[in-house]
Antibody, heavy 123, light 109 residues
Framework: EVHLLESGGGLAQPGGSLRLSCAAS????????MSWVRQAPGKGLEWVSA????????DYADSVKGRFSISRDNSKNTLYLQMNSLRAEDTAIYYC????????????????WGQGTMVTVSS | EIVLTQSPGTLSLSPGERATLSCRAS???????LAWYQQKPGQAPRLLIY???TRATGIPDRFSGSGSGTDFTLTITRLEPEDFAVYFC??????????FGGGTKVEIK
């Protein structure tokens, strides 16, 4: 069964940093674009960042641009999100998600979601 | 940037009833790149519909999606107890940001 497992969440101080990881299994990781989606407590879903299968075209929501960096290591089947200059409003569950189809240049619907990792930014 | 507006915010229905959820886009969604997700408390969302009308693998046929352009609908023909949840629509495709609607909660009446 296709699986995504996030790690790296926790408590960070405002202005601090965290690095999230997402280990993928049972699919050809390098074929698929991947994204991070977050959900603040009791709120809706917000797309954060996406990267193509080959690491191309990383893109970001305006709310995190310049502070967060997405990357992937296809040799390790792992997706990352480096989060710097954290703010209270970054507090959320962060989900690692897989594109439904392997398409170049098109970000797809998300067919596989990890269980999420909680990030809390507070002093 | 597209804005997706979901209505109603909450839908109160009984098991066996029909649910009709709306997702309206502020501009046309290209190639009908519109998805629907279901989220239950404490769980990650689950993909129900992609391409506006195609059911994802394993999704029961009581779920159907329709619409094009700016107006999309998710219909659940006969609500089962496990269908009471929050539903989100999402626009995807070539351009970012990838946008989610604010969600519709389907609750037991």
């Amino acid at each position: 069964e296709v699986h995504l497992l996030e790690s790296g969440g926790g408590l960070a101080q405002p202005g601090g940093s965290l690095r999230l990881s997402c280990a993928a299994s049972r699919f050809t990781f390098s074929d698929y674009a991947m994204s991070w989606v977050r959900q603040a407590p009791g709120k809706g879903l917000e797309w954060v960042s996406a990267v193509g299968g080959g690491g191309d075209g990383p893109d970001y929501a305006d709310s995190v641009k310049g502070r967060f960096s997405i990357s992937r290591d296809n040799s390790k089947n792992t997706l990352y999100l480096q989060m710097n200059s954290l703010r209270a409003e970054d507090t959320a569950i962060y989900y690692c998600v897989k594109d439904h189809f392997p398409r170049n240049g098109v970000f797809d619907a998300f067919d596989i979601w990890g269980q999420g990792t909680m990030v809390t930014v507070s002093s | 940037e597209i804005v997706l507006t979901q209505s109603p915010g909450t839908l109160s229905l009984s098991p066996g009833e029909r649910a009709t959820l709306s997702c309206r886009a502020s501009q046309s969604v290209s190639s009908n790149y519109l998805a629907w997700y279901q989220q239950k408390p404490g769980q990650a969302p689950r993909l129900l519909i992609y391409g506006a009308s195609t059911r994802a693998t394993g999704i029961p046929d009581r779920f159907s999606g329709s619409g094009s352009g700016t107006d999309f609908t998710l219909t659940i023909t006969r609500l089962e107890p496990e269908d009471f949840a929050v539903y989100f629509c999402q626009q995807y495709g070539r351009s970012t940001p990838l946008i989610f609607g604010g969600g519709t909660k389907v609750e037991i009446k």
